[in-house]
């Protein structure tokens, strides 16, 4: 464990770890491959002066690799063994894509997706290299410390990308992505202070000599009678953590950075770069919640804010307190982490443990309960999401979208406002995905990510993901993912919507291609 004072910028060096291939001995002519041009495979390489992608079959690719270097496996390079498909988990530009021979075929008429195979995670199992995770904390403010994990600091100079996590959860919940994209970039993830283990140290509040200390309350920090002057105006709000943000970005890591948020994170990831463009390179949304806060913000609505008499400060007044333990008592009930969990993550054969163990473990600290009425008391934001988009737009702060198509709370139809206001953005849609797909498909979304950071680093010279051979796609495409999990294969459709997407052509296309299949099933004898 590693503590930061405020004043402490930057990222200590961990341990750098060098990753090697381990070159297989097998000959290629082993390689057993699928003959029908119904399964034919061809292997891209990535051009590594203009990133544009190079497509040639497996057999010439194999004859080109053995020529003049002895003879080795596929295997060796990431590519396919024993006949079936395995998937390359380093730090490698290249991929495998199955499909009919026009690679670049467009399914808006109905027909299947393209494969496209892509990197799994590393698999240490296997001897291959997992970016190493340090836990830390950061001294904020005054029993306040921020917690959080990094990875990758020895990669000194690849781009900053900085997690922020949705509510209830925290910077545990990005692990998949920084032990993978942490063999690349600069990753970190924090827990937003209220939340995850950035909770305070201390009870912000006391309880008076013949108050409810005699009851047992004072196990339960927050619910006392007087307020401790450390925690004089704290509330678990917006503007707190897009505050938090900002000093974490200027005092940690000391540049401008790539910031992905998932659900409530997604939302302070917008307001914070709408507040402060010069400290972001761009955004990436993960099932953003459009709206957070039920009062009204004080600055923006001074007038219709002095109605509540309360917004999530400390201490809790007394009628709140009944009300918070009665539904605090039912939502940190193991049960209920369960069923949410189970509502939030599409593909139930996913393994949540370490989650469902974490959250469990967050309830059982004795500010949580206070913590959490705070949040939900505390007031809006100044800026709604629809303005902090706005905000981003004006500024030209590159925008990604991603969100999972089964999501109950955040449905596909958030995602597609947002793109309709920010039609430049490219946006994935990926499915069977719910959520949070950073944890449900982490292969996907680190796939994504890696490719959408590379496009902007490069200043577009490399495409961005699912653009074959630089291939401009104004309306929508979808592609078939797969990939390489603890043995077995799995796979997501990914749909990736164009500049010139609309609802409404997405819809006309529909309805042709139910035309055309309804048309041909009657004109066939």
């Not at 303005?387 to 500024?395: G, H, P, R, V």
Request: proline letters at 6%; a neutral charge.
């Amino acid at each position: 464990m590693e503590i930061l004072t405020s004043s402490t910028a930057s990222c200590c060096l961990v341990v750098n770890l060098r990753w090697k291939l381990a070159e297989s001995g097998s000959n290629s002519s082993q390689l057993k491959l699928p003959t029908s041009r119904e399964r034919k495979i061809l292997f891209a390489r990535t051009n590594q002066r203009n990133g544009s992608l190079r497509f040639s079959s497996v057999d010439k690719f194999l004859k080109k690799l053995n020529h003049g270097k002895g003879s080795r496996s596929l295997d060796s390079f990431g590519g396919l063994k024993n006949g079936n498909s395995k998937v390359f988990s380093g730090n490698s530009s290249s991929y495998v894509v199955g499909g009919e021979d026009d690679v670049g075929s467009i399914t808006e008429n109905g027909e299947s997706p393209t494969k496209v195979l892509i990197p799994g995670l590393p698999d240490e199992s296997n001897g291959e290299y997992s970016a190493p995770i340090s836990s830390c904390f950061w001294k904020w403010k005054p029993k306040l410390n921020v917690h959080y994990e990094k990875a990758g600091c020895e990669n000194v100079n690849s781009p900053p990308v900085l997690f922020l996590p949705g509510f209830g959860v925290g910077s545990f919940h990005y692990e998949k992505q920084l032990k993978d994209l942490g063999r690349d970039y600069r990753v970190w993830a924090i827990d937003f202070l209220g939340q995850g283990m950035s909770l305070p140290v201390e009870n912000p509040t006391l309880f008076s000599k013949d108050g409810a200390a005699s009851e047992g309350k004072d196990s339960i920090w927050g619910f006392g009678d007087e307020i401790e002057p450390w925690a004089n105006e704290l509330v678990f709000s917006m503007d707190l953590w897009q505050d938090q943000v900002r000093k974490f970005i200027e005092e940690v890591i000391g540049e401008p950075v790539y910031i992905v948020g998932n659900s409530l994170g997604g939302f302070v990831a917008l307001y914070f770069a709408a507040r402060y463009p010069h400290l972001v390179k761009g955004v990436t949304l993960l099932n953003a919640t459009p709206f957070w806060g039920f009062l009204p913000n004080p600055i923006r609505s001074p007038r219709l804010a002095r109605i509540f008499p309360w917004s999530g400060t400390f201490p809790l007044p007394a009628n709140v307190r009944k009300l918070i333990e009665f539904f605090w008592q039912k939502i940190s009930d193991p049960k209920s982490i369960a069923e949410i969990l189970k509502q939030v993550y599409a593909d139930h054969s996913t393994n949540i443990d370490n989650v469902f163990s974490r959250i469990l473990e967050i309830t059982q600290h004795p500010a949580a309960a206070a913590s959490f009425a705070s949040i939900m008391f505390a007031p809006q934001g100044q800026l709604s999401f629809r303005e902090t988009l706005a905000s981003c737009k004006m500024s030209d702060i590159p925008i990604c979208l991603m969100y999972g198509k089964e999501d109950p709370w955040v449905k596909p139809v958030w995602g597609l406002q947002v793109k309709q206001q920010v039609p430049e953005a490219p946006y994935y849609e990926i499915s069977p995905a719910g959520h949070c797909p950073h944890d449900e498909v982490p292969e996907a979304v680190n796939y994504l990510l890696r490719g959408w950071i590379k496009n902007l680093e490069s200043h577009g010279s490399v495409a961005l993901p699912l653009h074959e051979d630089a291939e401009v796609v104004e309306n929508s495409i979808a592609r078939d993912l797969e990939f390489v999990r603890e043995g077995s294969r799995k796979s997501v459709i990914v749909r990736f919507f164009g500049s010139r997407f609309s609802i409404w052509n997405s819809f006309s296309s529909y309805i042709k291609s139910q035309f055309k299949e309804t048309t041909s099933r009657i004109l066939t004898p």
